[in-house]
């Protein structure tokens, strides 16, 4: 007996395969430019031509599978594109259910103190849900560039002398704690509005 995959694994499985698409995808075309042979240079169009196919087809499949299930927690959060929300919503079903703090070490965006002994270390993220972090990352540079909140507190950072590192990171922390927050109250509503439902 073979177990039926749900939703969010199916999900999580085309969201993964895109990753790595796109991420073949631009060493591809970076390789390019490196080559001047004919025989080669066709071969490698082919190959960028095959990856752009299976890319949009993946888009296609992410969208359908994702749909039914996106709230407005995620579609109305900026930044939260569609293959973020997709991600969102297969690797991270502790959204809205856990702290602040829990669901930033889940993704791994949660600092920890890098001490040895007498001598105090800086601060770095560590472990989580890599496919789902670098794509949290490219949701939060968009965010920067849409949510006037979110550019603000990049520009103290900024003006603050932190690394692009840090601030990167402490964007993407920011993102996800509001996500958690907005998750939650969705979840106490449906929660709420069920138990109105029931029959005295």
């Not at 490698?44 to 990856?51: H, W």
């Not at 579609?75 to 669901?103: D, F, H, R, Y």
């Not at 770095?124 to 507190?153: K, N």
């Amino acid at each position: 007996y073979q177990r039926s995959e749900s939703w969010q694994e199916q999900l999580g499985h085309y969201v993964t395969r895109h990753s790595q698409v796109q991420t073949a995808l631009t060493q591809s075309r970076q390789q390019l430019a490196h080559f001047r042979e004919a025989e080669l240079l066709r071969g490698m169009k082919r190959t960028i031509a095959t990856l752009e196919r299976e890319q949009k087809a993946l888009e296609v499949a992410i969208k359908r599978l994702s749909a039914p299930h996106v709230t407005p927690a995620l579609a109305e959060t900026k930044g939260v594109g569609p293959k973020l929300c997709a991600a969102l919503l297969s690797m991270l079903p502790e959204l809205g259910m856990v702290s602040n703090k829990s669901i930033s070490s889940l993704v791994g965006v949660a600092p920890f103190n890098q001490d040895s002994g007498g001598k105090v270390g800086y601060r770095a993220i560590s472990g989580g849900r890599g496919v789902l972090r670098r794509i949290l990352y490219m949701g939060a540079l968009s965010a920067m560039r849409h949510d006037p909140a979110i550019a603000e507190f990049y520009a103290r950072l900024k003006a603050a002398g932190k690394p692009f590192k840090v601030r990167i990171v402490a964007v993407m922390r920011k993102m996800l704690v509001r996500l958690n927050a907005r998750r939650r109250d969705e979840l106490k509503s449906a929660l709420g509005s069920a138990a109105a439902l029931q029959p005295a």
